[in-house]
């Protein structure tokens, strides 16, 4: 699950020092064209909601970096019409992505790993869109995944020696990301 730099913490905007992150938000971002003749460009199945995070785990396969640079400033509005409330547009297209990333892009190995979080998280989500009165849309979103299954999993297959050969090094970043976020 993508978090915002220093996410959960109290202080998250005194980190002035560059350093590599695992990825980067869509938002706030600049990308040289050798990027994306590596990466491929954003995947269409994504749209809205996510679609960087599948940008930045291709990046990741492809052995690319990101870093984090504390004195660009970037005013991003994500989520800022919706104030507290994630609006039923935003369920559904976040609970479909949620689900294609994990088909297209996890590694089996990463998935077993985290697999107590992923289930944890995914209950949480279930109850945040009982809370938010917007549970039919996160459905649709869940069978919209269905429905992208099978291209995800052509995808998966196209990639497979990449996700494969980078599964333990998927798991480490991701462990060590969790020390920028938690």
């Known amino acids: 699950v993508p978090y915002p730099l220093g996410f959960l913490t109290e202080n998250s905007n005194n980190d002035n020092n560059v350093k590599e992150v695992f990825g980067a938000c869509g938002g706030a971002v600049i990308y040289r064209r050798s990027f994306f003749e590596k990466t491929g460009l954003f995947d269409e199945h994504f749209f809205a909601y996510l679609e960087d995070a599948d940008l930045n785990l291709r990046a990741f396969m492809a052995g690319l970096k990101c870093c984090y640079a504390p004195t660009a400033i970037v005013y991003h509005l994500g989520g800022a019409k919706r104030k ?99």
Do not use: H
Not at 146 to 160: H, P
């Open 84 to 182: 507290s409330k994630i609006t039923k547009f935003a369920s559904f297209y976040i609970t479909k992505n949620m689900f294609n990333i994990l088909i297209k892009q996890i590694p089996i190995k990463a998935l077993i790993a985290f697999l107590p979080f992923i289930a944890g998280y995914r209950l949480w989500w279930f109850i945040k869109m009982m809370v938010n009165n917007s549970l039919c849309a996160a459905g649709r979103g869940f069978l919209y995944s269905l429905r992208d299954f099978q291209y995800m999993m052509n995808e998966r297959r196209k990639n497979i020696f990449l996700i494969n050969s980078n599964s333990t090094r998927l798991i480490d970043a991701i462990k060590n990301e969790e020390k920028n976020v938690i």
